[in-house]
C-alpha cells in the first residue's frame, strides 16, 4: 500500500486522481486464523493493529456483520478526555488521549485530531466539590487538567450564559488538551494498516454462533461460513450480551439507545468542546460548523438506533439554558447507536469464562476516546494470554469480587 503524502496528493492531483488504490483489501474470509476478532468498530480494529505492530501477529480476522465504523463508532459524538476519578481510568484514558496525539502520523492517515480543550461546566455547588476533586485527582495521575472559574469559562467560550436563571455557571474542569477527532477516519487509518501488514477485514460477515468444546474456544460460524481459531476477541460494543450468549455465558451489561443531532452549519462560534452535566448536554462544533449535541441514553433498554423523541427534546430544552443562541437554529439530523452499560460505568477488558475467548466491552456511553488505549491494552491481553497493567483493573471478575471501579459520575451524560 504506497505511503499518503503532501507530494502524493499533488502528484494525483496532476493526473486527476487516476492512481488513488483501495484504502483496504476486501478478502474472501479463509477457514482459520490464529485471532478472530468479531466486530470492525474502533476498538476491534485497534486490537488487531497493535497485536500486528506490537506482537508481530498477523494471523488475524476482523469480522463484522455490517460496514466498517458503522457501529458506535461512526456514530459518536467524538469527544476526547482522560479527566477521570479513578486512577485505572485515568490510567487507560490518558494513555490512549497520548496516543491520539500523533495518531495520524503513526497511521499515516489523517484522523483529525483536535486538541482544542474539554471544559465540564460545574452548575451546582455539589459539582464544584466534586470536580475540584477530580483536578487533584488528576494532579496525581499526571493528568494535565485544571479549576477554571466563570469569567475564564466566558473568556473560552464566549457563547455561553454563565448567568442561567436557573443554573448559573460557577466554574468548570477544563482539560486543555483534551478535543475531538474524525471518527470514520479512526476506524479507517486503523483499517488500512492492519490490511497492509496482511490481516484480514471481512465486513458483511455477521457471526451467529460460537463453537466450544471442553470449555475452549473452537471457531465461529458466519454468515460465510464456519471459521476456526486459537483465540477470539469479542468487540461488539452494544451486542456484547448477544455474542455472550452464543459462547454459553452471561455479561453484566444492558444495551441502551443514545442519541445525538447536529444543526444546520454555522460560521465558527464555539472552538472547545462544553459538557454541562447539570442540565444534561453537551456541544461542539464541527469543522463544517454543524453545531454537534448529544445527552444521555434513553431510559430503556433496546436495539433501535433510533431512540425516542423526548430524549432529544429534553437535551436540546436543556442546552438552550445555557447556549440561548441555540434557540435560533434548525435540526439537520439525529441518530443513535446501542451502547453497552456496566453498573460501575467502566469497561470490562479481560478473559471470559470460555479458554481462549477475551472481551473488550462495556465502554457504554464514552468508548471513542479510548480507542488506542483500549487496542493497546487488549492486543496484550490476547497476545500474552494475561492483562498487562493497563487492564489489569478492568476484568470481568470485579463484578463477582466486588471490586468497581465507579466513574458513574464521570461517564453520566459526559462522554
Ligand atoms: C450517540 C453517541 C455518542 C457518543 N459520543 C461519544 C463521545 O463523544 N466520546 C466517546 O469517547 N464515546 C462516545 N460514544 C461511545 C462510543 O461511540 C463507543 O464507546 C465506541 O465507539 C465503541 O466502539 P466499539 O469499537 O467497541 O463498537 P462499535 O463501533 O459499535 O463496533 C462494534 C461492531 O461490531 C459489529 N457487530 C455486532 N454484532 C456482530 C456480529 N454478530 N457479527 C459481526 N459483527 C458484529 C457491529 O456491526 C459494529 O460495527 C458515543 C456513542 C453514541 C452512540
Known amino acids: 500500500m504506497s505511503r499518503y503524502s503532501a507530494l502524493r496528493i499533488v502528484r494525483e492531483a496532476m493526473r486527476r486522481h487516476a492512481g488513488w488504490g483501495r484504502a483496504w483489501g476486501s478478502p474472501e474470509p479463509r477457514r482459520r486464523y490464529k485471532v478472530v476478532i468479531v466486530g470492525a468498530g474502533g476498538h476491534g480494529l485497534a486490537t488487531a493493529y497493535y497485536l500486528g505492530r506490537n506482537y508481530g501477529i498477523t494471523d488475524v480476522a476482523v469480522l463484522e456483520k455490517g460496514w466498517l465504523g458503522g457501529g458506535n463508532t461512526g456514530r459518536n459524538t467524538t469527544i476526547i478526555r482522560s479527566n477521570y476519578l479513578q486512577d485505572p481510568s485515568a490510567a487507560i484514558y490518558e494513555k490512549s488521549r497520548a496516543l491520539y496525539e500523533d495518531l495520524s502520523q503513526e497511521l499515516n492517515f489523517n484522523v483529525m485530531f483536535s486538541p482544542r480543550g474539554v471544559m465540564m461546566l460545574a452548575q451546582t455547588e455539589h459539582e464544584v466539590r466534586g470536580y475540584k476533586r477530580t483536578v ?15 469569567e475564564r469559562v466566558k473568556e473560552l467560550c464566549p ?18 488538551r483534551g478535543g475531538t477527532a474524525r471518527h470514520d477516519a479512526v476506524a479507517w487509518g486503523y483499517a488500512r494498516k492492519c490490511s497492509e501488514m496482511g490481516m484480514h477485514i471481512v465486513e458483511r460477515c455477521a457471526v451467529t454462533g460460537v463453537r466450544t468444546e471442553g470449555g475452549r474456544v473452537q471457531g465461529v460460524e458466519t454468515s460465510r461460513g464456519s471459521i476456526d481459531c486459537e483465540s477470539l476477541c469479542l468487540v461488539v460494543a452494544g451486542h456484547s450480551g ?10 453484566p451489561i444492558e444495551s441502551v439507545p443514545l442519541q445525538a443531532l447536529v444543526s444546520e452549519p454555522i460560521k465558527p462560534c464555539m472552538d472547545v468542546v462544553v459538557m454541562a452535566n447539570t442540565v444534561h448536554g453537551y456541544m461542539s462544533q464541527s469543522d463544517k460548523g454543524e453545531m454537534v449535541i448529544g445527552g444521555g441514553t434513553d431510559g430503556y433498554n433496546a436495539y433501535t438506533q433510533r431512540g425516542s423523541f423526548h430524549h432529544i427534546e ?14 435560533r437554529l434548525k435540526v439537520l439530523r439525529q441518530w443513535g447507536g446501542i451502547v453497552d452499560m456496566t453498573g460501575d460505568r467502566s469497561p470490562i477488558i479481560g478473559r471470559a469464562p470460555v479458554r481462549g475467548i477475551y472481551l473488550n466491552c462495556g465502554w457504554g456511553t464514552g468508548g471513542f476516546k479510548a480507542i488506542p488505549g483500549s487496542g493497546w491494552a487488549t492486543a496484550e491481553l490476547v497476545a500474552t494470554g494475561a492483562s498487562g497493567p493497563l487492564a489489569a483493573d478492568f476484568g470481568l471478575e470485579r463484578f ?6 465507579d466513574e458513574s459520575v464521570a461517564a453520566g451524560v459526559a462522554h
Open 159 to 176: 457563547i455561553i450564559r454563565i448567568d442561567g436563571p436557573r443554573y448559573p455557571v460557577l466554574g468548570a474542569h477544563w482539560q486543555p
Open 314 to 327: 429534553e437535551t436540546v430544552r436543556a442546552l438552550v439554558e445555557t447556549f440561548p443562541m441555540l434557540s
Open 400 to 405: 463477582r469480587e466486588g471490586r468497581f471501579i
Open 136 to 150: 487533584q485527582a488528576n494532579a496525581l495521575q499526571s493528568v494535565a487538567t485544571e479549576w477554571i472559574g466563570p
Open 242 to 251: 448477544e455474542l455472550a450468549q452464543m459462547a454459553g455465558f452471561r455479561l
